[in-house]
């Protein structure tokens, strides 16, 4: 080894970074697998309407149960399949898996949608429309069943890129979602000119409500949605309190801990069953029930 290159050689190859590099191929490779071997689960959260306080949506949320580190969550994983190339793949099984179960609750809940998260790196791909529209043919599912999220990082890269697989999915007649809206700043003309359906408020909104039931940030995403016809969901609702407040300032739809937990699909067809009176969600009806 060439002295005085040493220093910036050996901390590239420093034992811990050695570790992690390995550490990383290791989880590449076993979330690979893990797309094979069936590891891949999909948890669903309810979407509740507030106007007919009924389930009208299930949000799927992605789990890989690990052999031996059980149940991982998405912040896990997600970027790491980003960064290794094949999230496309994960959410084209996301996709089936999401559209197969909502097509077995719409046999009794015939106005369910689901909602499924899309990743940017999606967007990178020419089949994206394709992979679309394939899942909901394949279970004779409207288009208007299912809601894709993305985030609002995807407002801000390349347009050239993102704008025709966007109206590609547009003109198939799926819902357009803006997770976690609030949280950077994307221009408001992006919203109409993607065909924007529905913004979600972040999270980190709904925990500073105050207890004057008042957000100005929130009021003004209410403002901005209801001017350009635009349906908004809050997530992350936990307490009675926020839930009030939230219908005040003209939240359509809410999401969170308060009414469920994700659950397991067996667990969420319980929900939609209502078979559980004792419980939060007891209080909720699917909208066939009470109309
Ligand atoms: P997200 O789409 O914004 O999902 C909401 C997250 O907030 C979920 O975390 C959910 O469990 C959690 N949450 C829901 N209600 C509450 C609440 O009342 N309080 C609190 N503290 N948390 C609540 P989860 O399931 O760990 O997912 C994290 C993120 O991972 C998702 O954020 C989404 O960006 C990503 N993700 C999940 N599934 C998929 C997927 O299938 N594909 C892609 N590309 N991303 C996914
Ligand atoms: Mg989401
Ligand atoms: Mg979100």
């Known amino acids: 080894q060439v002295k005085g290159n040493g220093r910036n050689a050996y901390s590239l190859f420093s034992p811990d970074m050695h570790t992690t590099y390995r550490t990383r191929v290791g989880l ?6 893990a797309l094979i071997r069936n590891e891949l689960e999909l948890h ?14 299930m949000e799927a949320l992605l789990r890989w149960r690990h052999p031996s580190h059980g149940l991982v969550a998405p912040s896990r994983f997600i970027q790491l399949a980003e960064e290794a190339g094949f999230i496309h793949e994960i959410s084209k ?29 999606d967007f990178d791909h020419t089949d994206l429309g394709e992979t679309v529209s394939r899942a909901l043919v394949r279970h004779s599912l409207p288009a208007d069943s299912l809601e894709l999220e993305v985030t609002e990082w995807l407002l801000l890269e390349d347009a050239e890129r993102v704008r025709p697989r966007m109206q590609g999915l547009r003109d198939l ?5 803006i997770d976690n809206f609030g949280t950077t700043c994307s221009s408001l003309s992006s919203l109409q ?3 924007i359906t529905r913004l979600k408020i972040d999270r980190s909104y709904v925990k500073q409500i105050k ?8 009021s003004a995403i209410a403002g901005i949605a209801h001017n350009f016809d635009i349906q908004l969901t809050a997530e992350g609702v936990e307490r009675d309190d926020q839930r ?5 300032l003209g939240c359509d739809e809410m999401q969170g801990f308060l009414f ?19 419980s939060t969600v007891g209080r909720l009806t699917y909208s066939t029930a009470i109309s």
């Not at 590449?28 to 697998?33: C, F, M, W």
């Not at 009030?244 to 005040?248: G, I, K, R, S, V």
């Not at 969420?268 to 559980?276: E, K, P």
């Open 93 to 121: 099984w996301v996709l089936e898996t999401g559209c197969a179960q909502l097509a077995t609750w719409r046999r009794r809940y015939p106005e369910l949608r689901l909602a499924a998260n899309l990743s940017s790196r």
């Open 193 to 195: 000119r993607y065909g």
């Open 44 to 57: 669903y959260q309810p979407q509740i309407s507030l106007s007919r306080n009924c389930v009208t949506g």
């Open 28 to 33: 590449e490779n076993e979330l690979r697998q």
């Open 211 to 218: 207890t004057t039931g008042t957000h100005p940030i929130i």
């Open 173 to 177: 007649g799926v819902g357009i979602v």
């Open 244 to 248: 009030n407040a939230l219908a005040n």
């Open 260 to 278: 469920s937990r994700p659950v397991d699909a067996l667990e969420a067809t319980r929900i939609l069953q209502d078979l559980r009176p004792s």
